[in-house]
């Protein structure tokens, strides 16, 4: 699965420090795919057995959250840390999971 873009999301909590960005990707989020992003790091937290299953990836200046059949992912991470946890993500998926 392949990166196609990252776009600043019209969901904002600029207020707070904290913006949010869509990864948007080649394909639907699969099972497979959402269970490898547990190597990004952080607390990780799957709810497969939902009928719209999603995930939770949360550290301290970043949290990724999606759902099993949507094309993209939203990333919220703190202002300070937007540019530097961003481009380690997007290495992450092209580094270990793009096919």
């Given at each position: 699965m392949k990166v196609l873009q990252i776009i600043e999301?019209?969901?904002?909590?600029?207020?707070a420090g904290w913006?949010?960005?869509?990864?948007?990707?080649d394909a639907p989020l699969d099972k497979a795919f959402?269970?490898?992003?547990?190597g990004i790091g952080g607390s990780f937290v799957f709810l497969e057995v939902l009928k719209n299953p999603f995930?939770?990836?949360?550290?301290?200046?970043?949290i990724l959250k999606?759902?099993?059949?949507?094309d993209f992912f939203r990333m919220?991470?703190?202002?300070?840390y937007a540019e530097e946890e961003l481009e380690r993500v997007k290495r992450y998926i092209k580094t270990e999971m793009e096919q």
């Open positions: 999301s019209r969901e904002r909590c600029a207020e913006f949010a960005y869509d990864f948007l990707l959402i269970r490898n992003l547990r995930f939770k990836l949360e550290a301290d200046h970043y999606g759902v099993v059949g949507n919220a991470v703190h202002g300070d």
